[in-house]
Every structure is written in C-alpha cells, then in structure tokens.
C-alpha cells in the first residue's frame, strides 16, 4: 500500500480541515494541482495501490481505511470526485465491495462508497474501486475518507480522515514515424514504415488532404485499394492518447492502370455442416466490378464487396454434396478477366431412406440405391441376397441391387446396406420380401385304421406363408384345421371307406389345388 501526502499536512484550519494546495509535475511533463486535506482528530487513515490513473484507462485501485479514532465505528464513507476541475460522468465509477454507494451530481462529487461495517479501534475496512478515466483530460481524482456515526462527530456528524490525490497522467504525443517506404510505379500502392515507440495507431494521408484517408491503423504497413490512376504522395502519423505526431517523411507514388487478374486460387474444399469463409481477390486498376455465374450449395451465398473483392461464405446445408462449379469475372475499363472456380464440400455418407419392398419371384427386378457424401460412398451390403439377386456399386454414390429372383426363393430377406467414405459410414437395414405363389410338396393321399388316430401335415411353398381350406367329405371323426394344414382325428366305427377331397393352399399372390384321397380301411 501507499500512504499518499500523509506527513504533508498538520495546521489546523477552516472547520478543523487543513488544505493544501501544491504542484506536481506528472510524467508527461504537465503540472496538476494537488489538493489534499486532512483532521487534526487524525481518525482514519486512507492508503492506496495507486500511484495515478493513466488517461484514457480503466484502472482499479485498492483502498484500506484504518480507524485511529481510538473507539468504535459503525461506518465508513469514501467519496470520489474530480474536485471541480473537470465533470466526469458518475457512471464511470465503479465501486467493487461496497455494501451501498451512492451517486451524486455536480462538479465535485462523484459518488459515495459505504461500507456498513463496525470498524473497532486500530483495525481496517478495504474496497476496491475501478476508475473509468475516459476524459482523457489531465484532471486529478480525489478520494476522500471519513468515518460516520462515531461516539464523538465533527460539527457535519463526521470524522474527517485523509484525502488522496491521484494525478491521471495523459502521455506525451508520440514521436513522428520515420523511415515511410513505397514501391513506384504500383498498381495498388504499399506503405511500410518503422514502428514508433508509445503509439496505440496510426492515421494514412494522402496528396494535400488535411483529412487522413484512414485511421486506427495498428500494424506498421498499409494497402491503398482504392486510388485513381496517377501520381499520388503519401505520408504517415503516430497516434496516442496525448495526441497525433507530425508528419513522417512523404512518398510519392505513380499509380498505373491495369487489366484485371486474379490473384486467389481457383478452387477451394470445404466440409458439409462447417461455417467456412474464402475470399476472392483481384488486382486491377480501376477497381474491378466482380460477377458470377453458376449455382452454390445451399447455405452458401456469393458477395461482392465492392472493393475488387468478393466473400464465398455460408455453412453447407441441405442437399450441398460434392463439386460446384462457378464462372467468375473481374472487369473495369481496360479489360475482364475470368475464372472457373469450383468449390467442394465433403460429406460424410447418410443413405436416403430406403423403404421395404415386395417382389415377385421369377420376375425381372431393380433397385436403386442413393446416398449422399464426398468423395463418392463405397456402398456395400452384408446380409445374404435372394437367390438371383445382386448389388453393384456404381461408384457415383448410388448402387442397384438386380436381377431375377429364383423360383423357390420366396420369404422375407433383411438386407444391411453400409455406405463409407474418408468421414464416416451410415448404415440402413430394409426388407425385400419375394412374393411366390403356393406350391403344395405333400403327397396326395394317405389311409388310416378305423379307430386310430390320424395326423397328416400338408406342407407347401410360397411366400406369405398360405392359407388352406378343403371341399369334399371327410370320415366322421376327422377334420381338417385350415390354419395349419392338418388332417386330424380318429375315424369311427362303420366310416371305412374311400374319401376324395380337394385341399387349396392360398397367399396374397395365388392359389394351388390338389386332389387329395384319404382311405379308411
């Protein structure tokens, strides 16, 4: 901590309060009044972490107030202002620990930091302040401290402690730069300069306007895009919070006109979903006027900006996949040059949904399937194919899955399709169900015993799996379940006989019939 001017003062004057009015003399060679007061009740002292406040700055400051008053406080006060020598907003301060602060108005009176909290004798209440010098003037900041509502108050009901002086310290102006370079004859003029110590920016003038023609510059090279053809001069100045420097040394430069020619690539890659910006440039003089033609993915626009230049700039959305190729053309008066552009997006593959399919055996069948990504998926399928049936990848990101399903072949077949490429691999599963007609493989006859039991299994192809029904007469005691396809029962007594009947096996695709003959013997 700093104690600040505490040694200075010891005179009682007006109202208990000495004031001293002295000169300090800052690092940038100003002089600032000082202002300092102080009680002969010596009941408080204030230190600080500050030495000043550089102008034009945010600074934050650590503050102890310490109780000499011998006895209990209840609370302290600390008030910062300007002193009337120049207005600074109230919005400007503040105040970090304090239990209430509050704003006051006029010229010297900035606010009020409260710290409600009981101060015993010789120990110390601490805050923080952050001061806002944005006036940018060499103005003091004063901070006072006091107690309140102790057993013993001055005529205000206070306990005047220490004021602290805080000089803001405004830097001097920095130096001229030196050492201003430029190639002539140019197209599109270069400046490079030294850097100069203390500067923050720097301002570019040009010819005799006495208004630069661009400010805040912070590197140490400039480019002047946008200048008519002819002889121009140019020179540089420093600038800081204390001001602007004079004038570096002048260069002259003959602008010469030109064809336009571009001077980024012709081709750029980016990923699907990824914010991306490229940036087309020309060279030219006048400024080329830039143009396109040709579509973009979606997501992604085309700017011109006016300047010889042009943004491609978006995130690929939607359906953007692969290549786009676009013409681009940068003209002014003494020609048009034109490039073809193409613009990639990789993709990681996602397959377009397939839905299940239903085909018929024995009939010619063709499937095509889709995807997107870049580069082009390998798209491959890992569950067994209906006899007759195959997949070619046709290396375009979509592949066919064809031919003639065999006869005999019919049921439900799930298929696992899988798309990879350099960005990942999407998988998609999907049914082909191979539609077949019933074909009944049981024989055609059977006998049983009066009074033994009958089972019999009709059997048969096709797909969905058939239906049955029966027409005829069968023994008494003998049915036949159509759901199944079972002959069941036990014939009785005085059935024996011959029985001719016709079992139908049906599914959504057709129907067979066969003569069937069950004996009784």
Same mark, same amino acid.
């Given at each position: 901590m700093r104690k600040v001017f505490r040694s200075l003062v010891k005179n009682v004057g007006l109202r208990g309060i000495t004031v001293l009015a002295a000169a300090l003399v800052t690092a940038s060679g100003l002089t600032t009044a000082v202002v300092f007061a102080d009680t002969t009740s010596d009941n408080g002292d204030?230190?600080?972490?500050?030495?000043?406040?550089?102008?034009?700055?945010?600074?934050?400051?650590?503050?102890?107030?310490?109780?000499?008053?011998g006895e209990l406080l209840k609370s302290v006060s600390f008030e910062?202002? /300007?002193? =009337?020598?120049? !207005?600074?907003?109230?919005?400007?301060?503040?105040?970090?620990?304090c239990s209430r602060y509050h704003a006051t108005s006029g010229d010297n009176g900035l606010g009020w930091c409260v710290i409600d909290s009981t101060i015993p004798a010789g120990s110390s209440a601490e805050f923080d302040v952050t001061i806002d010098s944005d006036n940018g003037a060499n103005a003091p900041i004063l901070i006072h401290g006091w107690s309140t509502q102790?057993?013993?108050?001055?005529? /205000? =009901?206070?306990?005047q402690g220490d004021t602290l002086y805080l000089p803001i310290v405004v830097p001097p102006a920095p130096a001229v730069p030196t050492n201003l370079v430029a +190639?002539?004859?140019?197209?599109? !003029?270069?400046?490079?300069?030294? !850097? $100069?110590l203390g500067a923050n920016s720097y301002n570019i003038y040009r010819d005799s306007s006495p208004t630069p023609i661009s400010t805040g510059i912070t590197g140490t090279s400039y480019t002047d895009n946008d200048v008519t053809p002819g002889s121009h001069i140019y020179y540089v100045t420093a600038v800081n919070a204390g001001g602007e420097s004079g004038q570096s040394n002048s260069v002259t430069v003959l602008v010469v006109s030109s064809a336009p020619t571009f001077t980024? *690539?012709?081709?750029?890659?980016?990923?699907?979903? $990824?914010?991306?910006?490229?940036?087309?440039?020309? *060279? =030219?003089?006048?400024? !080329?006027?830039?143009s396109k033609t040709g579509g973009l993915p979606p997501g992604v626009t085309f700017t011109k900006n006016g300047d010889g230049t042009a943004t491609i700039a978006g995130t690929p959305s939607g359906s953007a996949n692969g290549t786009?190729?676009?013409?681009?053309?940068?003209? %002014?008066?003494?020609?048009?040059? +034109?490039?073809?552009?193409?613009?990639?997006? %990789?993709?990681?593959?996602s397959i377009t949904t397939i839905q299940n399919k239903n085909i018929d055996a024995g009939s010619p069948y063709s499937l095509t399937i889709k995807t997107k990504g870049y580069n082009y998926p390998t798209i491959t399928e890992s569950d067994t194919l209906p006899n007759g049936l195959m997949l070619t990848d046709n290396g375009d990101g979509t592949a066919t899955i064809s031919g003639t399903p065999a006869v005999g072949s019919g049921g439900q077949y799930p298929i696992t399709i899988m798309a990879s490429n350099q960005f990942g691999t999407d998988t998609q599963t999907f049914n082909i169900n191979v539609d077949e007609a019933p074909v009944i493989t049981s024989a055609d006859n059977t006998s049983v015993a009066v009074g033994t039991a009958l089972s019999f299994q009709v059997t048969s192809t096709g797909f969905p799996a058939p239906n049955y029904s029966i027409t005829g007469t069968l023994p008494a005691g003998v049915t036949f379940h159509t759901g199944t396809g079972i002959l069941s029962g036990t014939p009785k007594a005085g059935t024996a006989g011959t029985y001719p009947v016709t079992i139908t096996a049906t599914n959504s695709t057709g129907a067979v019939s066969q003569s069937f003959t069950l004996t009784v013997t």
């Open positions: 204030v230190t600080t972490s500050c030495d000043s406040i550089p102008a034009s700055s945010s600074t934050s400051c650590h503050f102890v107030f310490t109780n000499n008053a910062i202002s /300007d002193y =009337g020598v120049l !207005p600074v907003s109230t919005s400007n301060i503040e105040p970090v620990g102790a057993q013993n108050p001055d005529s /205000d =009901g206070n306990d +190639t002539s004859p140019a197209q599109t !003029p270069v400046l490079n300069w030294d !850097p $100069v980024s *690539t012709a081709s750029d890659t980016e990923s699907y979903g $990824v914010p991306f910006s490229f940036n087309v440039t020309t *060279t =030219g003089n006048p400024t !080329p006027t830039i786009y190729a676009i013409t681009i053309k940068g003209s %002014n008066e003494f020609g048009t040059a +034109t490039q073809d552009f193409v613009l990639t997006i %990789n993709r990681a593959p």
